[in-house]
């Protein structure tokens, strides 16, 4: 049982390139989401998806695009990259299908170090 | 605005002894809380939680406490072991529409558990 798989785990982009992150969970989770972690600002969330075909925004969703066409796989894309985009990307997932509450664990992935030059 | 802040960015303890780390709130609504812990390179994995029902949650050497009227809830590991030393994320949830299906995070604290 993979968990949640994050691919690429690194990339190094120049500013201006466009990039898709790729996370996919085998737990036939509802709810999955992308969270980016900078030094001394913890998780913050950027975008997530209660179901297949769904998106919303969260937190810091500028400059990023998402996209639920599987239910298995969540895809985070960055159209024009920018250094202010250097981060590490952590995707997560939930089997919850209504609001979080004690037994719904949110399961996260390895992390996405991307670094824009 | 932060909604949930954990003002300690760092906390060195010794082995054996109480770890303490703190978490504050800010939104009435949130009802359900989280801690997870996070080791360099690894992603975060979930520790403990506990819903606004209740005020104590204990799973083997970690405890959460949740004071609602103060918005405060904290985590005690006890006793600390080395491999304890992580960074540790508050995180909560709840509130209208969106906001029951997502968490916010604190920053974190750094705890180092010396031998």
């Known amino acids: 049982n993979a968990g949640v798989t994050q691919t690429p785990k690194f990339r190094v982009l120049k500013t201006g390139q466009s990039m898709t992150l790729l996370c996919a969970q085998d737990m036939n989770h509802e709810y999955m989401y992308w969270y980016r972690q900078d030094p001394g600002m913890g998780l913050r969330l950027i975008h997530y998806?209660?179901?297949?075909?769904?998106?919303a925004k969260g937190e810091v969703p500028d400059g990023y695009n998402v996209s639920r066409l599987k239910k298995q796989n969540f895809l985070l894309g960055l159209e024009s990259a920018a250094p202010s985009q250097t981060s590490v990307y952590f995707c997560?997932?939930?089997?919850?299908?209504?609001?979080?509450?004690?037994?719904?664990?949110?399961?996260f992935g390895e992390g996405s170090w991307l670094t824009v030059v | 605005d932060q909604q949930v802040k954990q003002n300690s960015p760092s906390l060195s303890v010794q082995e054996g002894r109480i770890s303490i780390l703190n978490c504050d709130y800010t939104?009435?609504?949130?009802?359900?809380f989280l801690w997870y812990k996070k080791y360099p390179a690894e992603g975060p994995t979930f520790l403990i939680s506990i819903s606004s029902i209740k005020d104590k949650n204990e799973d083997g050497r970690f405890t959460v406490f949740l004071n609602k009227s103060a918005k405060h809830l904290s985590l005690h590991i006890v006793p600390s072991q080395p491999g304890d030393s992580a960074v540790y994320f508050c995180?909560?949830?709840?509130?209208?529409?969106?906001?029951?299906?997502?968490?916010?995070f604190g920053k974190g604290t750094l705890l180092t558990v010396n031998p």
């Open positions: 939104n009435s609504m949130f009802d359900y």
């Open positions: 997560a997932s939930t089997r919850a299908k209504s609001k979080l509450s004690s037994g719904n664990t949110i399961y």
């Open positions: 995180a909560a949830s709840g509130g209208s529409g969106g906001s029951n299906y997502k968490l916010t």
């Open positions: 998806s209660v179901g297949e075909g769904t998106t």
